[in-house]
């Protein structure tokens, strides 16, 4: 895990060595994201939002393990949530790819586990949830943190 990974997906942002970040990624992506040495894919969509094909199943398929943590919206941008995230990145063995539709709640969650987890005040985990995709979603973050 010691190179950027840079993906074809809405909003890519490779924030770290083997970690990418962004939306939704397609059938090819996934399989790129393989051969690339990606070996936990995080998806942060509810199982309502159907990406057209059967995510956990092609990326079983490839070796990869599939983990699911559903963020439909602010409500669901809870500390629980953010180490749940924590957890997955700490025993992932390998790079991840953690994604949502946009990149947008992945920023927003690694905001919030930046500041719950590892301790960062407000502004600096709010700079890093950008650096890893928050957009829309950053006054809710504000309001959660009470930045």
């Not at 199982?47 to 919206?73: C, K």
Request: with cysteine.
């Amino acid at each position: 895990m010691n190179a950027k990974i840079w993906l074809d997906i809405p909003n890519c942002c490779a924030p770290s060595d083997g970690l990418c970040t962004g939306g939704r990624p397609r059938p090819q992506d996934l399989r790129d994201a393989q051969a690339k040495g990606v070996r936990t894919v995080v998806n942060l969509c509810p199982p309502s939002e159907d990406p057209g094909y059967d995510e956990p199943a092609l990326v079983r398929e490839l070796g990869m393990r599939y983990v699911n943590i559903p963020i439909a919206g602010p409500a669901d941008l809870t500390p629980e949530n953010a180490r749940k995230l924590a957890a997955v990145l700490t025993a992932a063995d390998g790079a991840i790819l953690v994604h949502c539709a946009s990149g947008n709640r992945v920023g927003a969650l690694f905001a919030l586990k930046a500041h719950y987890v590892d301790g960062m005040p407000p502004a600096q985990a709010i700079a890093e949830g950008r650096a890893h995709g928050l957009k829309a979603l950053e006054p809710a973050v504000r309001q959660i943190l009470g930045a």
